[in-house]
């Protein structure tokens, strides 16, 4: 059974810093695209692509992110990482991760992120 567990949200002042993990289970991880997605709260928010590392390594972003996220990946421990730094107020939200090879998608739950002064 396929399995995301995301971890490392909480409450941090503008500026601040987090450290995202989703650790995977039940699947060939290396085999698999991962993203981070985030959903800002109220109604009527979209999930938005945060951040996706590929196989090969190589890495997108949202404009919105760009030079303040850092999405990395550890084959070894199937897990894949999203450090935020310079954290501002829009970015709080529920962040997902997802895997995805061909047609195949698997969420996680979510892990909330605050950033309020």
């Known amino acids: 059974q396929v399995q995301l567990v995301e971890s490392g949200g909480g409450a941090v002042h503008p500026g601040g810093s987090l450290r995202l993990s989703c650790a995977t289970s039940?699947?060939?991880?290396?085999?698999?695209?991962m993203m981070w997605y985030r959903q800002a709260p109220g109604p009527g928010e979209q999930r938005e692509l945060v951040a996706t590392i590929f196989t090969s390594g190589s890495t997108t972003y949202a404009d919105s992110v760009k030079g303040r996220f850092t999405i990395s990946r550890d084959d070894a421990k199937a897990t894949v990482y999203l450090q935020m730094n310079s954290l501002k107020t829009e970015d709080t939200a529920t962040y997902y991760c997802?895997?995805?090879?061909?047609?195949?998608?698997?969420w996680g739950k979510g892990t909330l992120v605050t950033v309020a002064s």
């Open positions: 039940g699947v060939d991880f290396s085999r698999y695209d």
């Open positions: 997802k895997a995805e090879v061909g047609f195949l998608r698997t």
